[in-house]
């Protein structure tokens, strides 16, 4: 065994490398010691984590960098924190810390559930005052021994932050503390890839190497955290507390007037996004209602200064939500544009990142090290492109098939629906629900059926015309994985209804123990993100720089649904002993460029009438042979 083999081996939480595993920790630290940028592509449940943490932790070893395991959510740390531990009932002694949100990690039941600037400003007014005891308390302890016995105790992030709080002390500032200690530390894209964030932390990114974990989500995600939005009922609700606040009359009007132009400018435009969710503004058009902006600016101070005087013990005014968007469109950096938005909250002025690679180029090309790695990554040209990447690439990929037996899936495509934007009517989510029904009814195994519906509305729509007989689980906004995983223990015949994309479907597992709930996925239309002015322009980057527009609306429109399926169907192959039945349920996978995509990644599909679907459904044996 070479010298390089024994030290990843050290960092490496089991026993013997499963299959592929050894070559993803190589190509990994080989890439690592050449200063490449690792790309890794393997299905979930190949054991890509603890490869990853084993290459990188040995590679830091030898350098003297600290590793950061980067996730898009709080369900994503679950796995490198499972690893870690296991290296430390190994008797390797890896330190590490983990940080979300000061909300998700803050001891005080009531402040934690307030809006997260409402938060922030109660956050900073407690610590500054001395009332927070959880705060206080931190000089008073020892950070080593305090947190060897957290790494000891801990054994998921709910268990962390509830074993700090135990010991009196705040989570946050704790984990903050302990990053300049620890090997590792576990984190969202938000501390490395937000470049207005409210909280931050002291990171050196050219000593770090960075594991970017379901990393098909980055260029996503760093639009999402770095654009900053600007509601229209925080506009009205303004207005409602500069009349009731403002006694000088002189900046009450000029004020109201700021207010009362973006709320007619927004309203009228608003009409226009009955038909697209989002469209292209002139950020002139935007900037000509803040050229009295000092008023506005006076107007926060007084009435923040009203509040406190009154004893509001949160003195905070939706003014602050225009300080912020006003900071934001002044910048004027390159990559962002401003749009008018809408969803089911109503409708937004939004100054949106459209170029990602603005902001990760500087931090993928200087860091130490960079490994992305998903199950589901999309094609290196799009990789390259949306994130500015300038360095060498290394890279690993194994496709579905590899890891898969094809014994152990079926793939079935069903032509008698589709989800397409211009045929959707209430017959068309009455004919989906009615198929939905019957493949319910049809199902004999004790497993749990997993949908995937292209957006909300879809899923909503479709819910209404279920059978009576289904007995479904709903994505909502408070559905968390966890209470999902509790409803299936006592009963696993259950029609889970979720999202492309969404918190049921990204970095989730379903599994109790070794045994996997899932034995059905049906993904209900293709999960085309619905176009728009945003995603128009996005293309627009990409076609420049590929030089190609063919190759730039498949990147931009089709990959982003490939990308989505191939997650949903992740989830019921945990492992090479795992067996499931696909259902692609809209004629539309019948297209050209779809089915070639499918065959090439599954090998093998059939195209089937509703009465044959159902044949399958009930003849599909989901346990092992």
């Known amino acids: 065994m070479s010298g390089i083999e024994a030290l990843i081996r050290r960092y490496f939480p089991y026993d013997a490398f499963r299959k592929y595993q050894w070559e993803i920790a190589k190509t990994i630290y080989d890439a690592l010691s050449s200063g490449k940028v690792a790309l890794i592509e393997a299905p979930t449940g190949v054991g890509k984590t603890a490869s990853a943490l084993a290459a990188s932790l040995a590679y830091a070893e030898e350098s003297g960098v600290k590793v950061l395991f980067l996730i898009r959510t709080k369900n994503e740390a679950q796995a490198p924190i499972r690893e870690l531990r296991r290296l430390r009932d190994k008797g390797v002694d890896v330190d590490f810390t983990i940080i979300r949100n000061r909300p998700d990690m803050c001891c005080m039941v009531s402040t934690r559930k307030l809006p997260y600037e409402e938060f922030l400003e109660e956050c900073r007014l407690l610590r500054s005052s001395g009332e927070c005891p959880y705060y206080s308390n931190i ?8 947190m060897l016995h957290i790494m000891d105790e801990a054994s998921n992030v709910n268990e962390y932050v509830s074993t700090l709080c135990a010991l009196n002390v705040c989570p946050y500032e704790v984990s903050r503390m302990y990053l300049d200690m620890a090997k590792v530390g576990v984190m969202t894209y938000y501390y490395i890839f937000s470049i207005n964030r409210p909280e931050s932390i002291n990171i050196n990114i050219r000593n770090s190497v960075l594991i970017i974990d379901e990393a098909h989500n ?9 654009s900053i939005d600007l509601p229209l009922t925080s506009v009205i609700a303004s207005i409602a507390e500069v009349k009731k606040l403002i006694d000088d009359e002189e900046l009450r009007n000029r004020a109201i007037k700021i207010l009362r132009g973006l709320q007619t400018y927004m309203v009228k435009l608003s009409k226009v996004l009955e038909e697209e969710t989002m469209v292209s503004l002139e950020l002139g058009d935007v900037l000509q209602f803040f050229e009295d902006f000092q008023a506005i600016t006076n107007a926060y101070y007084e009435v923040i200064r009203k509040k406190r005087s009154a004893g509001v013990p949160i003195p905070y005014t939706p003014l602050s939500r225009l300080l912020d968007f006003h900071r934001a469109i002044l910048n004027k950096v390159s990559g962002f544009s401003v749009f008018l938005a809408r969803d089911e909250q109503g409708v937004s002025l939004v100054y949106k990142c459209v170029d990602p690679s603005v902001i990760s180029s500087p931090v993928i090309n200087e860091a130490n090290g960079v490994v992305l790695m998903s199950g ?10 949306m994130l500015g990447i300038n360095r060498d690439i290394m890279e690993y990929r194994i496709g579905f098939r ?13 032509d008698g629906v589709t989800t397409r934007y211009v045929e959707r009517d209430e017959e068309e989510y009455a004919k989906i629900a009615n198929v939905l029904s019957r493949i319910y009814q049809a199902y004999t195994p004790d497993k749990a059926i997993l949908s995937i ?7 909503k729509s479709v819910r209404k015309y279920l059978s009576p007989n289904v007995k479904y689980i709903m994505e909502l906004g408070s559905t968390s994985i966890d209470d999902l995983i509790k409803d299936l223990r006592s009963d696993r015949k259950k029609l889970i209804m979720a999202v492309a994309g969404g918190k049921l479907v990204e970095g989730v597992e379903y599994r109790l123990g070794s045994e996997n709930l899932l034995g059905l996925i049906i993904i209900v239309g293709v999960p085309y993100p619905e176009p728009n002015d945003y995603l128009d322009d996005v293309m627009e980057i990409l076609a420049a720089r590929l030089n190609d527009r063919k190759l730039a609306w498949e990147l931009t429109y089709q ?16 492992s090479e002993s795992d067996r499931a039945l696909i259902i692609l349920m809209d004629r539309r996978f019948k297209e050209t460029r779809l089915a070639k995509i499918f065959e090439d990644y599954f090998g093998k599909y059939t195209v089937v009438d509703e009465e044959e679907m159902i044949n399958e459904v009930l003849n599909f044996n989901v346990t092992p042979h």
Not at 139 to 146: S, T
Not at 559 to 574: C, D, L, N, S, T
């Open 139 to 146: 000089r008073r302890i020892n950070l080593n021994d305090l």
């Open 559 to 574: 990959w982003p649904a490939i990308v989505r399926i191939k997650q949903a169907v992740g989830r019921a192959f945990r």
């Open 453 to 459: 519906f292209p957006s909300y509305t879809v899923l």
């Open 218 to 226: 980055l260029p996503d995600a760093i639009s999402g955290l770095n």
């Open 376 to 385: 589901t990554l999309p094609p290196r040209d799009y990789v390259t492109s």
């Open 402 to 414: 590899d890891y898969v037996n094809p014994e152990n899936y079926g793939v079935l495509i069903y």
